[in-house]
C-alpha cells in the first residue's frame, strides 16, 4: 500500500460513536420505559430526560473508548482524538439538554443522579485500567447503572423522589442481573456441553444460577411489598424464569449466543409491559 494513500474508512461513522454491546441499549430504555409508565405520565420532561439519558451513555461510552485506548500497547492516535472530541460533544450535549430540567422545573434531585453516575463510571474505569470491564463484574456495574433511567424517568415524570424510585431502582436491576447471570450460564455451558447427558447433570451445573434467579425474585417481591407498587409486578419476572429453566432443560444443546440475545431483548420487553399494567 502507498503510505500516502488516504485510508478509506471515513474519520468517523456511528459505529465510533455508538456501544458495541447492542444488550446495553435494552438495560438503558427498558427501564426508563418502566419509570415513565408507572408515573402515568409522558411531557416535555419525559423527553428531556430521556435525550440527556442517551447523550450522557454515548459519553460515558466514549470515556471507556478512551481508557481502553489509553492503557493499549501501542495507542491509536487519531482514535484516542476522535474519542476525545465525541465525549466533549455529547457531555456538552446532554448538559445542554438536562439544563432545563434544573433550570425550569426545578428538578434538583438531578444532583443526586448525577453523584450515582459519576460513582457508577469511576468504578467501570477502575475495571477497565484492570482489563476487567468485559468480565461479569463489569457487566453487573452496567446493569447497576443503567437501570438509574427507571427512577430518573420516574422522577422526571412525577416530580417526586421517594423511596419508590429507589424501589425502581433495585427491581429493574434485579430483572437484568438475572439476565447477566444467565447468559454467564450458557457461556460456561459452552465449553462442558458433552458433559450434560443427564438432565441431573445439566439441574447440578445450573443450580447456583437458578437458586440466585430465586433469591432475585424474592427480593423484588419484598421491595414492591414496601413500596406503592403492587406485588403482582413480580409477575414480570416469570418470562426470564420459564427461560431459566427451559435453558438448563436443554444445556446439552450448544447456545447461539446471537439467539440468547435476541431472546433476551423479547424478555426485556415482557417485563415492560407487565410490570407497568401489574404494578
Known amino acids: 500500500m502507498n503510505v500516502f494513500e488516504e485510508s478509506e474508512e471515513p474519520l468517523m461513522t456511528l459505529k465510533h460513536m455508538l456501544p458495541k454491546e447492542h444488550g446495553t441499549w435494552a438495560m438503558l430504555l427498558a427501564p426508563w420505559i418502566v419509570g415513565c409508565g408507572v408515573a402515568r405520565r409522558f411531557d416535555h420532561a419525559a423527553l428531556l430526560s430521556l435525550a440527556a439519558i442517551l447523550m450522557f451513555f454515548l459519553a460515558q461510552n466514549q470515556m ?129 456441553r458433552k458433559s450434560f447427558q443427564r438432565l441431573s447433570d445439566r439441574f447440578r451445573f445450573a443450580a447456583g444460577t437458578l437458586v440466585m434467579d430465586s433469591l432475585l425474585v424474592l427480593v423484588a417481591f419484598g421491595s414492591l411489598r414496601w413500596s406503592s407498587f403492587s406485588g403482582w409486578a413480580t409477575l414480570a419476572f416469570a418470562p426470564t424464569a420459564i427461560q431459566a429453566i427451559a435453558g438448563t432443560i436443554r444445556l446439552d444443546h450448544p447456545a447461539v449466543l446471537k439467539r440468547v440475545g435476541i431472546i433476551s431483548t423479547i424478555h426485556s420487553i415482557l417485563f415492560v409491559a407487565l410490570f407497568i399494567i401489574l404494578a
Not at 460533544?89 to 443522579?113: A, C, E, N, Q, T
Not at 427507571?150 to 421517594?162: E, K, V
Not at 447468559?183 to 465449553?191: G, H, N, P, W
Open 64 to 192: 471507556m473508548n478512551w481508557m481502553r485506548l489509553h492503557f493499549a500497547n501501542q495507542p491509536d492516535s487519531n482514535a484516542l482524538r476522535r474519542t476525545e472530541l465525541l465525549l466533549l460533544v455529547f457531555g456538552l450535549i446532554g448538559i445542554l439538554i438536562v439544563s432545563p430540567l434544573w433550570v425550569v422545573d426545578k428538578l434538583h434531585g438531578l444532583i443526586y443522579f448525577a453523584l450515582l453516575a459519576l460513582l457508577l463510571t469511576a468504578a467501570a474505569l477502575f475495571l477497565v485500567q484492570k482489563k476487567k470491564d468485559r468480565s461479569i463484574a463489569g457487566q453487573i456495574l452496567a446493569a447497576a447503572g443503567l437501570s438509574l433511567s427507571a427512577p430518573l424517568a420516574y422522577y422526571s415524570t412525577s416530580r417526586t423522589l421517594d423511596h419508590n424510585a429507589g424501589i425502581l431502582w433495585l427491581v429493574n436491576f434485579l430483572f437484568f442481573l438475572g439476565g447477566v447471570f444467565y447468559v454467564q450460564m450458557k457461556i460456561d455451558a459452552l465449553a462442558r
